[in-house]
């Protein structure tokens, strides 16, 4: 990934921020005929390795357990906020006219060795799955609320993997380039459409803004 300095997102506590609120990652790994990708829900396990572990599951069916690399580091991306970026929004509009549009991001990219996770913890895997999504809600599903041989059969069509994390990268390409006035431009523009996706990323922008 491309990564200017000015983008950087070194924070680990905001970068796992990001995998918790957009826990839909985009699974790349090499394969024996190319590349890989899956897209799958993941979650993360903070506690283990130096910067998390990553927890999903794959049908059966789905052949990616056995032939992803167990040599080349896999890359999982998760993407947070994003949105266009108007140059009419611009402060310097109104002086000098030279503003192009452009597209704001803050993605995470999470790279490591796949394991192949023991079926004996696979419903533990599922259990905790489930109960981060379903926590929150007024009535909110578990997975012993289905019949216990139910859950057994479904156990059997799907395959648990680990990815120990042994590099993330975070890219927040947020506005940094423009002067206060322009962010501040961007910010209220961001904010005027009014869609939860545009509020995201005018945070996003507010919050870079405000520090030094």
Not at 70 to 82: D, W
Not at 102 to 123: C, F, K, M, Q
Request: charged share 20%; glycine share 8%; hydrophobic share 40%.
């Amino acid at each position: 990934m491309y990564l200017p300095k000015l983008h950087e997102e070194h924070d680990l506590g905001v970068l796992h921020a990001l995998i918790r609120a957009h826990p839909l990652g985009t699974w790349a790994t090499q394969g024996d005929d190319g590349i890989i990708m899956n897209h799958l829900p993941l979650i993360l396990d903070p506690q283990r390795g130096q910067y998390g572990t990553l927890m999903c599951h794959v049908s059966r069916a789905n052949t990616v357990w056995k032939s992803f690399s167990a040599t080349v580091e896999s890359v999982i991306a998760f993407h947070g906020a994003e949105a266009y970026i108007s140059p009419s929004w611009y402060a310097s509009k109104a002086l000098h006219g030279k503003v192009v549009p452009t597209w704001n991001y803050a993605v995470v990219h999470a790279h490591g060795i796949p394991v192949l996770v023991d079926e004996s913890r696979l419903l533990q895997h599922l259990t905790q799955l489930t109960d981060e999504h379903e926590a929150g809600r007024p009535a909110p599903w578990h997975v012993g609320d289905a019949p216990a041989d139910f859950i057994r059969q479904m156990r059997q069509q799907i395959v648990g993997i680990e990815i120990p994390i042994s590099r993330i990268v975070g890219k927040w390409k947020v506005s940094q380039n423009r002067s206060p006035e322009d962010r501040r431009g961007v910010v209220a523009g961001l904010a005027e459409q009014g869609d939860a996706r545009s509020r995201e990323m005018a945070e996003l922008v507010a919050e870079a803004l405000r520090k030094p």
